[in-house]
């Protein structure tokens, strides 16, 4: 029986999606001529693998990038993965303690849609060392910025650093124009995790940030109603904005607007990593960068705390501890 008979036989009895066991040929051929053989996945220090169930656009999966460089082998449903599986599925969260599994048997992923995670037929797949990853922010040009919604070649790389090895996240990362970014926007949090032992204490770690995220949340958010009670001023005054010859009411020029009247502008207000309050001119850069490559977007947030500082953000943590079952 073939490769691709196998796949079909085992997925039929799985769930509705099937992976794509290995590609077709016009596949390898272009992996062939363009970097060599593809020695299904014999092209990196440690054991690669996904079970791809083809979902993505093909030109914006990492996942089949890995895959035409030779990096990673697929497989099929019913095919078990005994190095550390990277899963929406996972119960602990990887940790330093997987190093040994990662060095002797390496890691895998599924490559699929987050959008379409209930047709994966996650009993059909996996293995005995299935993990989710403690909270980092992708870097990728589909999902930046998001807290948890790593892409394959992230995952991959965010396990060999949690476990101590930098040298392989960063190998696999350089394929990725944008890749060596995941490292730079997560390198406090992967620090901190690469510091701790089993998953217990990673899980600790992330608590730990997560905490103290959302204080610093909460404390901008006060400190700005505060600076608005404040700089409102004395409202029995009634013309509390109105110039007068005292000293005091000097900055309330045209020249020199108070923080009061930029707060009650109709510019938006964003905040610095300092908690700074910045008013109007920050948007048209972001609207640039929004329109720009995102490559250049990366610049935006260098600092995860800086971007999660957000209350929108905070709940979509929320929403994607939920999602992934995380306390
Ligand atoms: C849902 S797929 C999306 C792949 C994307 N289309 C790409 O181009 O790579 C990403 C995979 O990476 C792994 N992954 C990403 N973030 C994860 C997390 N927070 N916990 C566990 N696994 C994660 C899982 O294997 C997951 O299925």
Request: hydrophobic share 30%.
């Amino acid at each position: 029986m073939s490769r691709s008979e196998k796949g079909k036989g085992n997925s039929r009895s799985g769930g509705n999606a099937k992976p794509t066991s290995g590609g077709h040929a016009s596949r390898h051929k272009h992996a062939e001529s363009k970097h060599g053989p593809n020695r299904g996945g014999k092209n990196f220090p440690v054991k690669l693998a996904m079970w791809d169930f083809d979902q993505c656009d093909p030109k914006r999966c990492s996942g089949k990038k890995l895959e035409r460089l030779g990096l990673i082998k697929s497989l099929r449903v019913g095919q078990k993965f005994q190095g550390i599986v990277v899963s929406p599925n996972g119960k602990g969260v990887v940790c330093p303690n997987d190093l040994q599994t990662v060095e002797e048997n390496g890691a895998a992923v599924v490559e699929c849609s987050w959008a379409r995670l209930d047709e994966i037929p996650f009993n059909k797949i996996g293995g005995k060392h299935e993990r989710l990853l403690p909270y980092l922010v992708a870097a990728n040009q589909v999902n930046y910025g998001r807290p948890w919604r790593l892409n394959c070649v992230e995952a991959l790389a965010a396990c060999f650093a949690i476990v101590g090895r930098l040298d392989l996240a960063t190998e696999l990362l350089s394929h990725f124009s944008w890749g060596l970014g995941f490292l730079e926007l997560n390198k406090e949090l992967l620090e901190t995790y690469q510091k701790c032992t089993d998953s217990e204490s990673v899980k600790a770690a992330e608590n730990a940030w997560l905490e103290k995220i959302e204080r610093e949340a909460q404390e901008r958010k006060k400190r700005s109603e505060d600076d608005d009670i404040w700089m409102t001023g004395n409202v029995n005054r009634g013309n509390a904005g109105e110039k007068s010859d005292t000293e005091d009411n000097n900055s309330d020029s045209e020249e020199n607007p108070t923080d009061s009247e930029a707060l009650h502008s109709s510019k938006p207000v964003t905040y610095d990593s300092l908690g700074n309050a910045i008013y109007g001119e920050e948007e048209e850069e972001e609207d640039e960068d929004e329109e720009s490559d995102s490559d250049d977007a990366q610049d935006q947030f260098l600092n995860p705390s800086d971007k999660i500082s957000n209350p929108e953000l905070i709940s979509d943590v929320r929403g994607r501890l939920n999602e992934l079952s995380i306390e």
